[in-house]
């Protein structure tokens, strides 16, 4: 028999064929990528309405062993630089958080519980990082309150834990004319400096009146998604009680001061949410809201006793 019967004709790709192969190959994962990448988004975003959950849960858990919910932060009024500690503080045993809570000298003012030099004490509680406290969708990294110029420090002295969340007082004065005459401004929410609310102060009802909301990425500044250079937003320590802040609406996209929601992080409603951000409720309850919720909406959601009737966003 030849000797050529019993070899098998090998045949290789073609130039065509393996560029078609590409070429298919390369549809495949500009179809997949999106599907991908919602995917992962829709994951973080589970993982920030849990740790908004988490932060309810707490809020409850200490109203059922004090009484009465947090405050924001407590600070005399002779001496209003002499801040004391946050709400995100003190509800650090509810989120069995015992370990860290009990490094701070909660007897002493917050600027004894910060390490050196800032503080003679040098206590590190307040560098570390809260799982709970950020949002896996949020950018960023610490809070260097030296580098965003929220201290009189040098950059990289004073590097704390962030939080993307924030309990939000009340409406400022103008918002307040923007939604209409008789709308209360001021401090009109339930979460308040120098007080201990009940859930009978929410007159409003509790599933009416929100009292966290993301305010993702600081001290970093972000408008409209995209970051601006060399500008900073305050309050973005867990253990600085300054992180609440008041509805001011923003007029970056030219809406005369209305937009609430992801216009800017400057002590706003601000998320890494596509479409809206998420908010707890004073019942517990966590519910995103689009970003395009009406400014009167918004004003009523704030106020926990101000009787204003609005049909739900949720």
Same mark, same amino acid.
């Given at each position: 028999?030849? +000797? ?7 045949? /290789? ?34 993982? =920030? ?13 200490? *109203? $059922? ?16 630089? #002499? ?17 860290? &809570?009990? #490094? ?6 917050? %600027? ?13 509680? +307040?560098?570390? $990082?809260?799982?709970? &406290?950020? =949002? ?8 260097? &309150? /030296? !580098? ?6 040098? !950059? ?23 939604? %209409? ?20 102060? =929410? ?31 305050? /309050?973005? !320590? ?14 970056? $996209? ?27 409720? !004073?019942? %517990? ?9 009406? *400014? =009167?909406?918004?004003? +009523? ?14």
């Amino acid at each position: 028999m030849p +000797a050529n019967l019993n070899k098998r004709n090998h045949r /290789g790709f073609t130039l065509i064929e393996l560029l078609v192969v590409i070429a298919i190959t390369a549809v495949l994962v500009a179809l997949l990528a999106p599907a991908v990448q919602q995917a992962r988004e829709a994951a973080r975003r589970t993982q =920030c309405r849990n740790n908004l959950k988490q932060i309810g849960l707490a809020l409850h858990n200490y *109203h $059922d062993t004090q009484s009465c919910f947090p405050p924001c932060g407590i600070f005399l009024a002779t001496t209003p630089d #002499q801040a004391w500690h946050s709400l995100f503080t003190v509800i650090l045993p509810h989120l069995d958080q015992q370990t860290l &809570y009990s #490094q701070f000298r909660i007897d002493l003012q917050i %600027g004894f519980n910060l390490p050196a030099p800032a503080s003679p004490l040098d206590i590190h509680a +307040a560098t570390f $990082d809260v799982p709970m &406290y950020l =949002c896996p969708s949020a950018v960023g990294g610490r809070a260097d &309150y /030296g !580098a965003a110029g929220l201290l009189p420090v040098p !950059a990289g002295l004073l590097v704390l834990g962030r939080t993307d969340y924030a309990a939000v007082n009340g409406i400022a004065p103008g918002f307040a004319d923007l939604v %209409g005459p008789g709308i209360p401004s001021g401090r009109t929410g339930l979460l308040q400096f120098n007080a201990a609310r009940r859930i009978r102060d =929410c007159s409003d009802g509790t599933s009416s009146t929100a009292v966290i909301w993301e305010d993702a990425a600081r001290p970093q500044r972000w408008e409209l998604g995209r970051r601006i250079p060399a500008q900073f937003s305050s /309050g973005a !320590a867990w253990a600085d009680m300054q992180s609440t802040f008041f509805i001011n609406g923003s007029d970056v $996209d030219g809406s005369g001061g209305r937009c609430v929601i992801n216009c800017s992080n400057d002590n706003a409603v601000y998320s890494f949410h596509t479409g809206g951000a998420q908010l707890l409720l !004073a019942d %517990g309850s966590v519910q995103f809201v689009s970003d395009r919720i009406s *400014h =009167c909406i918004t004003a +009523a959601l704030v106020s926990c006793a101000g009787g204003e009737p609005f049909s739900s966003p949720f």
